[in-house]
């Protein structure tokens, strides 16, 4: 399989051609408009470098609405309220927090690069990324962010500075984004965190075929 190289043109090649590990072009840009249409076919980036790189690994790891879930630990905590949730009302703060967070095993500077941060931001002015906090007191103690395109969240980023803030307001948006219809939430790839709360890997052929159908 050859890595595609991309240029100014909005297009990406199918996802069928992704290398095994599922990075399947380079280059590019991260307009509005490329960023919407590579979430439409299943795509995502993440950078190395400078280099904006575009993946579609198979399988995928998804988490549908219905199947959270929630321990016993958990459920105690958000019966007594331990944190306040809300729905966009710090974006820029999360993205940020979720930028600067330390994460055990990461081998230099993150992924969400300036230019990342700058075109999530531009996003959701447009009303496309939303975020979800937990709040303690007055601080930003946990979130998470990602797209929202028809019935299908795509989950980008969470950062958790309190123990057990970032699952407070992943089970709190889930069972918000349920009430609201969502119906598919694309978690990208394994991790343990994501499988606890319920997420599971199916093959990236039938993520397509439900991206059609729900977006």
């Not at 123990?163 to 889930?174: G, L, P, T, W």
Request: hydrophobic share 40%.
């Amino acid at each position: 399989m050859a890595v595609f190289a991309l240029r100014n043109e909005l297009i990406f090649p199918p996802v069928e051609m992704a290398e095994p590990d599922g990075l399947l072009a380079i280059g590019g840009d991260l307009s509005q408009e490329r960023l919407l249409l590579a979430y439409s076919k299943g795509i995502f980036p993440w950078y190395e470098g400078r280099v904006p790189m575009w993946w579609s690994p198979d399988p995928r790891l998804v988490l549908y609405p219905e199947k959270l879930k929630i321990s016993k630990s958990m459920k105690q905590v958000v019966r007594q309220q331990q944190f306040r949730f809300s729905i966009n009302e710090n974006f820029a703060g999360v993205i940020r927090h979720c930028k600067t967070s330390f994460r055990p095993g990461q081998q230099g500077n993150t992924w969400i690069t300036d230019e990342v941060e700058q075109a999530y931001n531009n996003l959701h002015l447009s009303g496309y990324a939303h975020s979800a906090e937990a709040w303690l007191g007055d601080e930003l103690a946990g979130g998470l962010y990602g797209i929202r395109m028809g019935k299908v969240f795509f989950g980008e980023s969470m950062f958790s500075n309190v123990s057990n803030a970032s699952k407070y307001a992943f089970i709190s948006y889930v069972q918000q984004l349920t009430k609201e219809g969502v119906q598919l939430i694309d978690c990208q790839v394994h991790t343990p965190h994501l499988e606890s709360l319920g997420a599971e890997m199916i093959p990236r052929e039938i993520f397509i075929q439900q991206l059609n159908k729900l977006l």
